[in-house]
């Protein structure tokens, strides 16, 4: 948590600042020895993905082929990952070379399409990638 966060310090209109709770949660994930702290959930799907598309020729076109419960964890276009639901595609992630993400994932949902990538990957999800996800704490401050 940065200082300014520890605070209870944030950003309100306009820039003023703001001195109050603040809810952060921060995320660990550790993918293939190297460990990540990002500030949410998502960023834990993101950071899996960009490391085995950097890593494994081809990976997102296979990964691409598994689908979540209704839609593909990951698509070449933002309204392919919403089928359906055409109004959501703006809520989608580039991930970087012509691959989205969608970002409104559930802590389960996101586990769950990490192992999945660790199967595609042929890594060992627990062993070679490990998420640990934090629980909301309410900075000091006011």
Not at 104 to 117: D, L, P, Q, R
Request: hydrophobic share 35%; with cysteine.
């Amino acid at each position: 948590m940065s200082p300014r966060e520890n605070e209870g310090i944030h950003e309100g209109r306009a820039g003023e600042k703001k001195r109050g709770p603040l809810a952060s949660t921060w995320q660990s994930i550790t993918v293939l020895g190297t460990t990540t702290v990002v500030p949410n959930k998502i960023d834990v799907l993101e950071k899996v993905l960009t490391a085995f598309r950097g890593r494994y020729q081809g990976f997102l076109a296979r990964f691409a082929r598994e689908l979540g419960r209704i839609r593909p964890y990951v698509a070449r276009t933002p309204e392919a990952l919403y089928p359906g639901s055409p109004h959501l595609a703006s809520q989608a992630r580039h991930i970087g070379g012509g691959w989205w993400m969608p970002t409104n994932c559930s802590e389960g949902n996101i586990v769950t399409a990490v192992k999945k990538a660790c199967e595609i990957a042929r890594v060992k999800y627990g062993t070679d990638v490990v998420i640990a996800f934090s629980k909301k704490m309410a900075a000091r401050g006011a």
